[in-house]
């Protein structure tokens, strides 16, 4: 982690310290955003952290939103080849694309359908090797298409995700969510991403400015890092909000007020 | 206040009287709620441990954390369950609730039980939930006639998965069991209807909720005004109280959190006055003053501001009234004119202009018939 640039959102989420043990082990982290500011920067960052040469992670990542060769072209613009690492056993990519669980008969309810992707996902972490096993992470993109599979059944959706939950305790493993907050919006009570606020050890929310669009700035990230408890003991209750600008093979990370 | 409730529960109920029941509650903008449940959890399990309560177990019903997290937590605060647990027992609800593990085609992977804890594989059939939770009390405290206490580590997701009316069913029931000593539990209030929470409000003899430190800051988009009253609603909330006592009435207390590394502190609210002598004291006193401006007023300041005459009729200290005009200054001009109450001065110097005015309260009588405003043309 030391050789590489580290940006504020890499601060924010502890990834400024030592690559061992992973910071986000053990840890459900909840990426949130509209339509006016796409989140999945943030999910990609993450990906190319998590896949640094300096770490052992593995990345189990189902993916409902985009196909593998969308990812791949936009990690080797972040200088990630998901290609290789694909090849080497460190990225295993689910293509769920076509909205339906893997081997799902069209009888089987959505519930059943959830269950087989859970199963798919604990086979997949208990044949990966010994030392692999304590290092893996999964990321979801993104909930709301979880939602559509599940022909709206939200609550197999949260029981789904309860069980992902249940992965984290087991095997140490991180759970890495991506959703959008505004489909939410005009629910008077929005339980599922309540649910998911309240299950998230740090939520990261991706929001316009308060003031409005401007060219310089694409957002602001708020990172809220809850000091949860785990094994090394407590860290405390963190909170971190800086402005963005995407760009074509990077994304600018800064204060607000620091540009010039 | 916070120990209150622990002594509360420790204390247990009468002979022939429901067990007291305790709900913590928070919400999104204050979600420290289960930092107040693991506090009462660690004070409940001392107590038990020193002899000093009436129940002599306790039954945690785990759906939101698994085993392991509650054997942790009270590893770090000085409890070691793993070598002896004979009066505390997990029931997990956490690792497979559904039992989609038993739908799994390689078995294999199950995981295996401990006598710390035990699977509920069902948690829809609150029924067998009730009769798991008992039978494993009773394992811990044998026959005879002593108690146990059940903590519920989140309601909200033990109604996702059952009616509103057989989870209040549940927890009326184990609340009325003789052997139950004392039972509290968690709920987010924003993910339920308010029906909901009323009813286990209804159901407690204590509720706990959980509160912002700054509720304006709740729901507006980030900037930098309100990051800073976010950053405080992340490390600190208000904590209110509603006692119900046997005879009736109701007492409600209030109390600060704060949320450090070592777990969750709680202070006694500062009154009004203490906040804002704290924030103006001046700097003569040594303490740094928090506002912006300054609102003393200096010797010098206090000695002019007491010169100054008010252009009112009645200065109220006995003397003739001198009307300061705001052109002479005060004593220098003899000729003057003098008001006193109810007598009309004419000018003398008709060149300047003048007020002359007329008390109408003294030469008429109030007519209380008159309404003052019949002269208005609206």
């Not at chain 1, 460190?90 to 008969?105: A, G, H, K, T, Y």
């Not at chain 2, 903008?29 to 289960?34: E, K, L, V």
């Not at chain 2, 939930?129 to 494993?136: D, K």
């Not at chain 2, 706990?208 to 430190?213: G, I, K, Q, T």
């Amino acid at each position: 982690m030391e050789n590489q640039n580290l940006n504020l959102l890499d601060r924010a989420l502890g990834l400024d310290g030592p690559s061992e043990p992973w910071p986000l082990s053990g840890r459900v982290v909840l990426i949130e955003d509209c339509v006016e500011t796409s989140g999945s920067f943030v999910l990609h960052q993450l990906v190319k952290r998590s896949l640094s040469p300096t770490s052992s992670n593995v990345i189990i990542f189902v993916a409902f939103a985009n196909p593998f060769s969308h990812y791949d072209r936009i990690l080797r613009k972040l200088g990630c080849n998901l290609v290789t690492q694909r090849d080497n056993k460190r990225f295993i990519f689910f293509d769920m694309l076509m909205l339906r669980c893997p081997d799902v008969d069209e009888g089987k309810s959505s519930e059943g359908g959830l269950v087989l992707l859970y199963e798919k996902i604990l086979k997949t972490i208990c044949g990966l090797p010994g030392d692999k096993k304590d290092y893996v992470t999964i990321m979801i993109d993104d909930i709301s298409l979880v939602e559509v599979a599940a022909n709206g059944g939200s609550d197999y959706v949260l029981d789904f995700l309860h069980y992902c939950h249940a992965l984290t305790s087991e095997f140490d493993c991180s759970l890495i969510t991506l959703n959008h907050e505004d489909i939410y919006s005009s629910m008077e009570r929005p339980t599922l991403i309540l649910q998911m606020e309240y299950l998230a050890d740090i939520l990261i929310k991706a929001e316009p400015l308060s003031t409005g669009l401007a060219t310089d700035v694409h957002g602001q990230l708020t990172v809220l890092n809850k000091g949860t408890s785990h094994r090394l003991g407590r860290s405390g209750n963190k909170i971190h909000n800086f402005h963005y600008k995407v760009k074509e093979n990077t994304v600018e990370y800064f204060y607000p007020g620091s540009r010039v | 206040m916070a120990d209150t409730i622990c002594r509360t529960l420790r204390d247990g109920g009468l002979e022939g009287e429901h067990a007291p029941a305790l709900t913590i509650k928070d919400s999104k903008a204050s979600p420290f709620g289960f930092d107040v449940f693991n506090y009462v959890l660690t004070q409940l399990s001392n107590y038990i441990l020193a002899g000093k309560s009436q129940s002599r177990g306790l039954v945690v019903v785990a759906y939101s954390r698994s085993p392991s997290f509650y054997v942790d937590l009270l590893k770090r605060r000085g409890i070691d369950i793993a070598s002896s647990h004979d009066w505390i027992h997990i029931l997990d609800c956490y690792t497979d609730p559904l039992g989609w593990k038993n739908w799994l085609i390689d078995k294999d992977i199950s995981q295996e039980a401990s006598s710390l804890s035990s699977f509920c594989q069902d948690v829809r059939n609150l029924d067998k939930l009730y009769s798991l939770i008992i039978e494993q009390g009773k394992g811990l405290i044998g026959q005879g006639k002593d108690r146990f206490s059940i903590a519920i580590d989140s309601v909200s997701e033990m109604v996702r998965h059952a009616s509103i009316s057989s989870v209040a069913g549940i927890l009326s029931n184990l609340r009325s069991h003789d052997q139950v000593s004392s039972i509290f539990w968690l709920l987010h209030s924003d993910l339920h209807e308010i029906k909901f929470t009323s009813v286990l409000e209804y159901l407690s003899s204590m509720v706990a909720s959980v509160e912002p430190f700054n509720q304006a800051a709740f729901g507006q988009r980030v900037d930098l005004e309100n990051l800073s009253m976010l950053e405080q609603n992340f490390r600190k909330g208000k904590f209110h109280v509603r006692f119900k006592r046997r005879n009736g009435r109701v007492r409600v207390m209030c109390e600060e959190i704060l949320v450090e590394l070592a777990g969750i502190k709680f202070t006694p609210v500062l009154s009004e006055d203490e906040i804002i002598n704290q924030r103006l004291l001046p700097k003569r006193y040594g303490f740094v003053q928090q506002v912006q401006f300054n609102l003393q007023l200096s010797e010098e300041e206090r000695n002019e501001r007491a010169k100054v005459v008010l252009p009112f009729e009645h200065q109220g200290n006995g003397k003739p009234i001198q009307i300061y005009d705001g052109r002479r200054s005060l004593g220098e001009n003899k000729e003057e004119a003098l008001v006193s109450t109810g007598k009309l001065q004419p000018d003398e110097d008709s060149g300047k202009g003048q007020i002359i005015y007329f008390r109408d309260s003294d030469d008429e009588m109030p007519d209380s018939d008159e309404d003052p405003d019949d002269d208005l043309d609206i």
